[in-house]
């Protein structure tokens, strides 16, 4: 099984930076340690030149780094990212990546109906609260919670799939398969659906709608979202329905 490896730290970090936000009186600076973007990376078609979507409305440009470190493959990524004084050509601002740390990013999963427990698995995940949980460029970016036993060293399924039913096209549900792993400690993964499979709205915003299995039944949380525009831009925000965070992360999924 493939797996996903990334920075407990970087992740640590993102959430300092979320916490750090919340006061504008406070000049805090946690250092390049810590993830400070959540960012689209885009490579040209060969990788002779790639920039990144950092929201709905900005562009970046390296200016260390000349071909995508992720090959071809466009992906979602958490980084950390200082702003640069040097001409940033067509997009929107220049930067200097001291590191990126790209996370799992996937398509939307076909939609088998009655099947899809039996091919998706129903284990219990929570979605949780925080800064990377959002709808944004046309992705879900999604952080989770479930129970990892170390011992057993075992690769979760993750998948996103999108409603086949006219009559809710903006329902998507999150299906978790821990292979058995259901004892352990409880920790946190992260993972993003690429939802260009779901219908174009026409540059209107829509609620977007998430359901899941958690560990107390069935929950669901709304999004405010907007299909990618040509360009690359999209636009959503979570509005309700999530757990708190904490500090613990997973290392394996896909």
Known sequence: MKQLKFLTIALLG??????????????VYYGPVYANALVTVKPNPDNSDFYMQLDDSTTL??????KSPFGTKEVRALANIS???ADAGEYDKSVFINWIDSILTKNTAPDLNEENIAAYGNDP???VKDWVTIAEDGYLTLRFRSRWDPYLNKSHLVNLVASSDPSNPYEVTFYHNAFGDVNGAFGD???AFNLAQLPDTQGKVVDLTLKWNSFSGEKSAKFKYCSRKTGGNGTSVMVEGLEVRSERFADMVE
Not at 14 to 27: F, P, R, Y
Not at 61 to 66: D, H, I, R, S
């Open 125 to 127: 995940v929570e979605i």
């Open 14 to 27: 993102a959430a300092a930076v979320n916490l750090a936000s919340c006061n504008n009186d406070d000049a």
């Open 189 to 191: 993964g992260i993972v």
């Open 83 to 85: 702003y640069a004084d």
């Open 61 to 66: 440009k390296a200016v260390n780094l000349k």
